[in-house]
């Protein structure tokens, strides 16, 4: 079936703006993750759903960031007021079920540039 | 804390074997995994190690130790097309969250 899908590809801001980033995870996963990858490193963790909730958001930077998956399907990670340091590919991930042994697949990611 | 070392560039040429290494300190640890990623493109799956020993699949094996906190992949027969980043990432305990190291950057040359 289809991968992770995430839209926009591409997304170009000015400082102090709003964005939001979608991310639709494969049919079926009930877990999903969010990651940012700044050039050169590894994607970073930011936030983890089971469901509809937030298991885990201990890796977003500040409460700048948040998101949701309010139907446990397509989530949605919101940036306000961006800074410069916000750019980075945000990638999203899902698992059939959240465990470890379950692999991540990952979308193509939001190239986020702040102006 | 969380760290996660692997070498940042390494050259290979085609057709021969390459090993690229990984060693993590990590608070947690649930298992490790190896994913390749082109330029641009999405990390790829391509193995996942919970006990110690050598996993095989294909021209692509590998490896872990967790009493030395250490992995390797293995990649035989290179080719022109295994020229991406290969990023070793640990699993924590809750199983919900990946730790990557910086990746390794592999060039094959001809």
């Known amino acids: 079936g289809a991968g992770v899908s995430q839209t926009p590809s591409n997304k170009v801001t000015e400082k102090g703006k709003y964005v939001e980033l979608r991310c639709d995870p494969i049919?079926?996963?009930?877990?999903l993750y969010w990651y940012r990858q700044s050039l050169g490193q590894g994607p970073e963790f930011l936030i983890y759903?089971?469901?509809?909730?937030?298991?885990?958001d201990s890796g977003l930077p500040n409460d700048r960031f948040f998101a949701v998956r309010p139907e446990g399907s397509v989530s949605t990670l919101k940036i306000q007021r961006t800074e410069r340091g916000d750019s980075a590919v945000y990638l999203c991930?899902?698992?059939f079920g959240g465990g470890a042994g379950d692999t991540q697949y990952f979308g193509p990611g939001t190239r986020l540039t702040v102006l | 804390g969380q760290n996660i070392d692997q070498p940042t560039e390494m050259t290979a040429t085609e057709g021969a074997i390459v090993q690229i290494n990984c060693t993590y300190q990590t608070s947690g640890f649930n298992g490790l995994f190896w994913y390749q990623q082109h330029a641009g493109e999405a990390p790829t799956f391509l193995s996942y190690?919970?006990?110690?020993g050598l996993e095989e699949k294909g021209r692509f094996s590998s490896f872990l130790s967790r009493s030395k906190g250490y992995s390797y992949l293995l990649l035989k027969e290179l080719q022109m097309k295994d020229s991406a980043s290969y990023l070793c990432?640990?699993?924590?305990?809750?199983?919900?969250?990946?730790?990557f190291g910086g990746g390794t950057r592999l060039m094959v040359k001809p």
């Open positions: 049919s079926g996963h009930t877990a």
């Open positions: 991930a899902s698992s």
């Open positions: 990432a640990v699993i924590n305990n809750a199983g919900n969250m990946l730790t």
């Open positions: 759903f089971q469901g509809t909730g937030a298991a885990d």
């Open positions: 190690n919970v006990l110690d």
